[in-house]
């Protein structure tokens, strides 16, 4: 099927019913661009997009400041949260910007929610794809591969909330992946520009096999990040194959956590590939570093659980240590009740592990961090399920001492559990803590 003849209708090709065609899918908000041109970059991109109709289109022109759009600049805190409010006050799914670097214009895709953790596969702020500028002096004589690309990038990088973008997503993907595959046109864009194509590429494809990671398209998206790397001479800065490292640890943690053979090898992978992200992606770019972070603590804490070996549970926890510099509970307040959650866990392992009083204190404290988000008039089991935790860690430190004050502190902590159970009437709950109180029994009357 010829690329030309279709790609402005890929919405008909959804399914064999014509009638089903979606219509504005997607919300877009195209940011004027940064540009030193007078052409207005930014306004005929959005006019070009609107000329799909799986996308409602806005044009944001409101001038302020955009001096943080140059990656270079170490202010990518202002990025993020000028982005944030854009996407609330405009409705958005997802906003482009457009910043020019040396004749070209580089952009860059925002969504919601976009470094909120736990969440699968994402799209960092940082996966650029450059376009010539002389692309948007006439829109018409637009690269439309590089559209179709485009095309795929905003339907694979948004978080889909309506029935409608889950139930047509993946359909769109694999429709884009078909019409991407199969063009043989001539292309109009030089090698320069295909280190970030096939990043975004790679990403597209990730997307849509996630939930279907086979050899096959392991392999394929493998290919793509490693071509990617292959013309790192023209990535202009270290961020940018920093992301590529990234993605490739995305791949291969998705492939480790399926039940395979080979599962701890891409674990191990993963790991490999993150820790080479974060030297690129390093401290200046707080989101990135924090998310990879957390990732890598992740892995590094199931690494321990093949292996037993120490030294990856102390990674596991001081990783989970600089993700929590990052997710303040004021920017980040359900991440950061995660990550103080994750810590109490990491801490009591660490802690059981090597018998250290210290580090099961610390453990106890991160819980009560974390319960700081769920009081308990407001929620009550949550709250009740942090209790039974640091009761747990409690009871094992009377074992490990031979302390009866630990013990009685364990009771407490079961008791206060076992009073919200009771109210709310929750059986299994009720059933779990009286066994645990009954343990105590044993040391303590």
């Known amino acids: 099927m010829p690329l030309n003849s279709c790609f402005e209708n890929i919405c008909s090709l959804l399914s064999n019913n014509k009638k089903e065609e979606p219509q504005h899918l997607f919300r877009i ?46 202010n990518f805190f202002d990025f993020i949260d000028r982005g944030n409010k854009i996407l609330k006050n405009m409705r958005s799914d997802i906003i482009i910007w ?8 580089r952009l860059n895709f925002q969504i919601n929610e976009q470094y909120i953790i736990p969440n699968s596969l994402t799209f960092s702020l940082l996966d650029s794809l450059f376009v010539p500028l002389s692309f948007f002096a006439n829109i018409e004589n637009f690269s439309k591969s590089l559209l179709l690309l485009i095309y795929g990038i905003i339907i694979a990088a948004i978080k889909p909330i309506t029935n409608d973008q889950i139930k047509y997503q993946p359909i769109l993907l694999k ?14 864009i030089s090698r320069e520009f295909m280190p970030y194509i096939m990043n975004m590429l790679g990403k597209i494809y990730l997307c849509d096999a996630k939930d279907n990671l086979n050899d096959k398209n392991i392999e394929i ?16 800065f270290p961020i940018y194959y920093g992301c590529v490292f990234n993605n490739l640890g995305q791949l291969f943690e998705a492939v480790s956590q ?3 053979p080979d599962s701890f090898a891409f674990l191990r992978r993963a790991i490999k590939h993150y820790q080479e992200a974060q030297k690129y992606l390093n401290k200046n770019y707080p989101y990135d570093y924090g998310l990879i972070s957390y990732r890598l603590a992740c892995l590094y804490f199931e690494y321990w659980k093949h292996t037993n070996d ?12 600089e993700a929590e510099k990052v997710y303040s509970v004021e920017q980040f307040p359900q991440s950061w009740s995660h990550v103080e959650g994750l810590l109490g866990y990491y801490l009591a392992s660490l802690g059981m592990t090597t018998k250290s009083n210290e580090v099961m204190q610390l453990a106890i404290n991160s819980y009560k961090l974390q319960q700081q988000m769920w009081q308990q008039y407001t929620y009550p089991v949550e709250w009740a399920k942090i209790q039974e935790e640091i009761g747990n860690i409690y009871y094992t430190l009377g074992k490990q001492n031979d302390d009866d004050n630990f013990m009685y502190e364990a009771r407490n902590y079961f008791n206060s559990a076992l009073n919200v159970y009771e109210e709310l009437k929750l059986k299994n709950e009720i059933k779990q803590t009286k066994q645990r109180l009954a343990k105590i029994k044993n040391y303590i009357v």
Request: net charge negative; proline share 2%.
């Open 310 to 321: 120490l030294q990856a549970l102390r990674d596991a926890v001081s990783q989970l240590r």
């Open 98 to 105: 457009g910043y020019e670097e040396s004749g070209k214009i």
């Open 175 to 188: 429709d884009i992946i078909k019409l991407l595959s199969e063009d043989n046109s001539s292309k109009d």
């Open 258 to 260: 399926i039940n395979r």
């Open 221 to 236: 998206v493998e290919n793509l990040f490693e071509t990617a790397l292959k013309d790192i001479q023209f990535m202009r």
């Open 29 to 74: 908000t195209v940011v004027a661009f940064e540009d030193k041109c007078s052409i207005n970059c930014g306004l005929r991109f959005a006019e070009l997009l609107k000329r799909n109709t799986m996308f409602d289109v806005q044009f944001f022109n409101e001038p302020f400041p955009k001096g943080f759009l140059n990656l270079q600049g170490r």
